[in-house]
Every structure is written in structure tokens, then in C-alpha cells.
């Protein structure tokens, strides 16, 4: 798995689409993709999960632990490229369930770039590689 994280409009699926030679119609959106029995319902042949952010946010208003989260997405394939925004930076939401918000897409986070193969950051359309295959040799 590859994550691919950085601010809102930065270019994170154009890059990525181009970057792995992928097209629009394999990328599953988060804000619309659903759950159930344990796993995620990913469209047949999605190779990106662009707006994890937004999943993120809709399993949290269902009630959702971190662990049940990390248990969803522990099923994605190898390969799948994992798209997030940033949420953590910029003024500390007053609202406690802001806050719990950044917190699990921080901690969800973590966990993907732990086990991924790749972790780049997207800045202005430009990647920065955090982690790489041939990194971690």
C-alpha cells in the first residue's frame, strides 16, 4: 500500500493517478464508499482511496473505535494507493468532537504510513517520498 497525504487541492490524486499510471475510473471515493461485515465495499478494480479523510470522518460520526478503523483498512489490497488530507495542522478545532476528528486521522494515519510501502507527501503538486521501499532496505 501506498499513502499519499498533504493539504486540501494540492494535486495528491493528480500525482498519484500519473505516478502509478492509473485512471480516474479506479479511484473509490471515501466520502460515498460504505462498510459492512468487517469490511470495506470497495468498487471492483479501485486501485486509489482518495479522501480518506472523509471515510475517516463518516465512520467516527457512526460510532466507530480506532480499532474497528485499523481493522477496515488492515483489508485493503497490497497495492492500493491511499490518498488523505492533512487535518492536523492550522488552529485546534474548540469542539471536542474537532478534535477527536484530528486525532483519529492522525492515529489512522501513523498506522497506514507504519505499513505501507511508500509514504509521500504532496506540496504544490510536488512529492516529498517520506518512506520508500528502497528506503526501508
Known sequence: MYLV???????????ALQ???LKQEQV????????????????????VLDDLEALLA??????????EINALLAGL?????VICDEVGLGLVPVEAAGRAYREIVGRVCCDLA???R????????????LKSEKSEK
Not at 5 to 15: A, C
Not at 77 to 81: A, G, K, L, Q
Not at 122 to 129: A, D, F, K, N, T
Open 5 to 15: 497525504i498533504g493539504g486540501s487541492h494540492q494535486g495528491k490524486l493528480v500525482w
Open 19 to 21: 505516478e502509478f499510471s
Open 28 to 47: 473509490a471515493d471515501g466520502a460515498v464508499l460504505t462498510w459492512q461485515n468487517g469490511a470495506l465495499e470497495l468498487p471492483a478494480g479501485a486501485a
Open 58 to 67: 463518516r465512520m467516527q460520526q457512526a460510532g466507530l473505535a480506532q480499532q
Open 77 to 81: 489490497p497490497e497495492d492500493m494507493v
Open 114 to 116: 507504519a505499513r505501507a
Open 118 to 129: 511508500g509514504v509521500i507527501r504532496i506540496y504544490c503538486g510536488m512529492p516529498q517520498v
